[in-house]
């Protein structure tokens, strides 16, 4: 960590601007000022977003960046009493402006933001309400801010709020539906949209052809307004007039993402933070050494525990999701492959692994844009006749928007494969409302369903492959489930990888990673928990405790051989990082008791709120190898 604690940027140059709608145009020295204002918020939000990449927690720099002018004129008319004084941002991960208009308003040390997206910094990746001084509301998934925006407005009828958009959160379902409560109940609703044309995959100009933002926006009844969103001077009378048009209002403003950035400027990257070498090329031209010199002086905080029991490489099994069913695809002819198959994406194929299939076999990939519900549900339709199924992938955490989705295609047995990766909480710098936690709403069905629903979370990048393998042609709605952050191989007592070559997976069975007698206890565990349950379980041993590990990657379906064999000990710990209220470990439990079966039990899974930063997660949630050793001693 940097060691020296000023803030390098001279935040005291910036004078903020009390605004009336009323007055039309600005003065020239206004006009000035806040093109000063807008220099020095950029310059700075360059800065200490490139503090997340040089310690490598990540971030988002381009949104952020380009939605100054707009949110400072807002601030403007907030400053003047005739706006609600609170900055709704649908796109949550531009929360950079957040904190900067956090500090520039007295709510928190410059120095504060030094620290952004670090463990317990409080600085998360999306804003959270209560969790960082100065930030009024929480969002992060896209299409959930306007309609709450439209309560807002209802609760506070005699005054203008603003929402700020942009064209991806506007591909979700949720906008539309708010503009035409926002319509028919005239509300006042200023949305101030960045048509940057980029969104993580690509250009929604290429990807959805003859989606027009502005059309869409008319077509609900709004009143529509478009232009340069560099163009200052427009910008305020575009949006002062909207201030004093009655009803709901969209800007539309213009503009390549990231302007004035280099290597990066209107590029689909721009969305994530920029790199150390782009921010400091950037910093060198604004004259800006001191924040050079503090990216410098930055060093990564890698994870200082050894793991015992596992390999030395780990896999990206996100990825390897992709690869995986490339291996399906191949020994398929093309003609078979465009009949049986299509894969459909919500612009997450990078993160998601599918970008592998895209580029091996493009004629059955759709890029779809973020519109995770009906994406979903198209999947599901084409997979809906025997011999057909569709392949549909994003982050877990908007598996909860799909559930509707997923009972409809369940209702109609349609042939469904879905990866749901960032799984957890497992390096996730983006925090609560990216935690992929609630996986098992997944399996909503009922007990007489033909063909089964099944959930599976293989632990290793070889137990993905071979997962993926077998199951790719069953029946029904198979839900694979993957971390953000790479997984090392389980060895076995021998020292070998349990899941290498000729490894063959088993839909349903859970397998004995260590062994335990019947006066001992066991470990249950999955995903990217078991191999630090593995480690908790090694050194526990070697202090004579008598405990074992079971990995149970297929979720959702109890191994009745196991479940005797586990019942039959001292105690159980169910160790995962999905919701301790809704997760395997509730569910695990349950089939114990059903059966006759007593030990003592337990679990631990996610309980709190997110606090930054990347492995620092599961030990906040009381997941670590630590404190799992810890919880055990307590069972025996």
């Avoid at 807002?74 to 706006?83: E, Q, S």
């Avoid at 692994?353 to 009906?374: D, T, W």
Wanted: with cysteine.
């Amino acid at each position: 960590m940097a060691t020296n604690e000023t803030f390098p940027i001279d935040l005291s140059r910036f004078r903020p601007l009390t605004l009336d709608p009323q007055t039309k145009t600005l003065t020239p020295d206004q006009l000035e000022q806040l093109a000063a204002n807008v220099r020095l918020c950029r310059d700075a939000i360059v800065f200490f977003t490139a503090t997340g990449a040089a310690r490598g927690v990540g971030g988002h720099t381009g949104g952020a960046y380009d939605i100054v002018p707009e949110v400072l004129i807002a601030d403007g008319f907030m400053r003047a009493g005739k706006a609600y004084h609170a900055y709704f941002d649908e796109a949550g991960h531009r929360v950079a402006i957040q904190y900067l208009l956090s500090v520039l308003n007295g709510h928190l040390p410059a120095e504060a933001i030094l620290h952004y997206r670090e463990a317990g910094a409080h600085l998360p990746g999306h804003p959270e309400l209560g969790h960082t001084p100065g930030v009024g509301f929480s969002s992060g998934r896209l299409g959930h801010m306007w309609p709450h925006v439209n309560g807002i407005a209802m609760a506070n009828p005699d005054t203008a709020v603003f929402c700020f958009g942009s064209d991806g959160s506007q591909q979700e379902g949720n906008d539309a539906e708010a503009a035409r409560m926002a319509v028919a109940n005239a509300l006042e609703v200023k949305l101030v949209i960045d048509d940057n044309d980029v969104t993580i995959a690509g250009h929604p100009s290429d990807y959805i052809k003859g989606f027009s933002v502005a059309r869409t926006l008319a077509g609900h009844g709004l009143t529509v307004s478009e232009g340069d969103g560099e163009d200052l001077a427009d910008l305020y009378a575009r949006m002062a007039k909207a201030m004093r048009t009655t009803g709901p209002v969209a800007e539309i403003n213009r503009r390549p993402m990231a302007p004035g950035i280099p290597e990066v400027e209107g590029l689909p990257k721009a969305h994530d933070v920029v790199s150390v070498e782009v921010a400091k090329e950037y910093l060198a031209a604004k004259g800006h050494t001191d924040a050079i010199a503090y990216l410098d002086a930055i060093t990564k905080d890698p994870n200082p525990h050894v793991y015992l029991g596992v390999g030395e490489e780990k896999s990206s099994n996100r990825n390897l999701f992709g690869h995986a069913v490339n291996d399906e695809l191949a020994k398929m002819d093309e003609a078979t492959r465009r009949s049986t198959v299509r894969v459909l994406d919500s612009d997450l194929e990078g993160s998601c692994g599918l970008v592998h299939i895209r580029k091996a076999h493009p004629e059955v990939y759709i890029s779809s844009g973020i519109m995770e519900r009906s994406n979903l549900a198209a999947a599901a339709g084409f997979g809906m006749a025997p011999g057909k199924q569709g392949i549909f992938g994003t982050f877990s955490a908007f598996l909860e928007m799909c559930v509707s989705e997923i009972t409809m295609a369940r209702l109609n047995k349609c042939n469904l494969l879905c990866h749901f990766s960032h799984a957890g909480v497992d390096d996730m710098a983006d925090n609560t409302c990216h935690f992929g936690l609630n996986n098992f709403f997944a399996d909503n069905g009922l007990d007489d369903e033909d063909p089964p629903t099944r959930l599976y979370f293989p632990a290793t990048g070889g137990q993905m492959r071979a997962c993926v393998a077998r199951i790719f042609h069953d029946p029904g709605l198979r839900f694979v489930f993957s971390t953000r952050s790479k997984v090392p191989s389980i060895l076995d007592e021998s020292g070998n990888e349990l899941h290498g070559e000729g490894y063959v997976f088993s839909p349903g069975k859970d397998e004995v990673i260590r062994d335990a007698s019947s006066d001992g206890g066991f470990v249950v565990s999955f995903g990217e928990t078991l191999y630090r349950a593995l480690d908790a379980v090694e050194r526990l041993r070697a202090d004579g405790v008598d405990v074992g590990l079971i990995n149970k990657p297929t979720l959702n379906v109890p191994d009745e051989a196991m479940l005797a064999k586990i019942g039959a000990s001292r105690f159980v710990l169910v160790a995962e990082s999905l919701n301790r209220r809704s997760g395997l470990g509730s569910r695990f439990g349950t089939w114990l008791l059903q059966r006759g079966f007593h030990p003592k039990y337990d679990h631990v899974g996610t309980h709190r709120e997110g606090c930054g930063g990347l492995w620092q997660h599961m030990g906040h949630q009381g997941i670590d190898s630590e404190q799992l050793q810890a919880k055990i001693r307590e069972l025996m």
